[in-house]
T-cell receptor, first 112, second 110 residues
Framework: KAGVTQTPRYLIKTRGQQVTLSCSPI?????VSWYQQTPGQGLQFLFE???????NKGNFPGRFSGRQFSNSRSEMNVSTLELGDSALYLC???????????FGPGTRLTVT | GQQLNQSPQSMFIQEGEDVSMNCTSS?????WLWYKQDPGEGPVLLIA?????ELTSNGRLTAQFGITRKDSFLNISASIPSDVGIYFC??????????FGKGTRLSVIA
């Protein structure tokens, strides 16, 4: 069974731009979560979706948004990019909400 | 919010030695997960624990869900060079997001 896929794997953007990251969960998984990973802050929770409904949201500004589609695929968007948004953005899927999560390889975002 | 304290932060061990790391939470969890992350990759799930007192093995790895539901530990027996990486604990309670520890960086000296 294919794992979690994330596109793109690498991205370079300029301050003020916006970016959309995509995540395709493991087939049959209905829950998708997003995390930001930085050397200083570690893994920080962004959002959790189950069957197109946002179940939890982390402590991030409104510039960070996400959604989940009916096929369980998910996207997250960051508007008005700041230098501090440079990070590895990780998506994880699980069979149902509150179950074990499986991570994708991540999208490395660099903001210049 | 919930916080996880993971220790040690880093370890340097000889090949063949056993390794032990642990996590403690400020609140009760109903799920503990252990992951390993290699450079440039996403974390890989090693062991999932769902019941207080549960002891689960995956090859040379053994993890336990503490009976207080506020701690968990991971043991690696007879370490080998490919065990090198960063190990993360993660936990959650019902309806709360998964919270991660800061990681334990393991280095194995051949």
């Amino acid at each position: 069974k294919a794992g979690v896929t994330q596109t793109p794997r690498y991205l370079i953007k300029t301050r003020g731009q916006q970016v959309t990251l995509s995540c395709s969960p493991i087939s049959g998984h209905r829950s998708v979560s997003w995390y930001q990973q930085t050397p200083g802050q570690g893994l920080q929770f962004l959002f959790e979706y189950f069957s197109e409904t946002q179940r939890n949201k982390g402590n991030f500004p409104g510039r960070f948004s996400g959604r989940q589609f009916s096929n369980s695929r998910s996207e997250m968007n960051v508007s008005t990019l700041e230098l501090g948004d440079s990070a590895l953005y990780l998506c994880a899927s699980s069979l149902t909400d509150y179950y074990e999560q499986y991570f994708g390889p991540g999208t490395r975002l660099t903001v210049t | 919010g919930q916080q996880l304290n993971q220790s040690p932060q880093s370890m340097f061990i000889q090949e063949g030695e056993d390794v032990s790391m642990n996590c403690t939470s400020s609140s009760i969890f109903n799920t503990w997960l252990w992951y390993k992350q290699d450079p440039g990759e996403g974390p890989v799930l090693l062991i999932a624990l769902y019941k207080a007192g549960e002891l689960t093995s995956n090859g040379r790895l053994t993890a336990q869900f503490g009976i207080t539901r506020k701690d968990s530990f991971l043991n690696i027996s007879a370490s080998i060079p490919s065990d090198v990486g960063i190990y993360f604990c993660a936990g959650r309670d019902i309806k709360t997001p998964l919270v991660f520890g800061k990681g334990t960086r393991l280095s194995v000296i051949a």
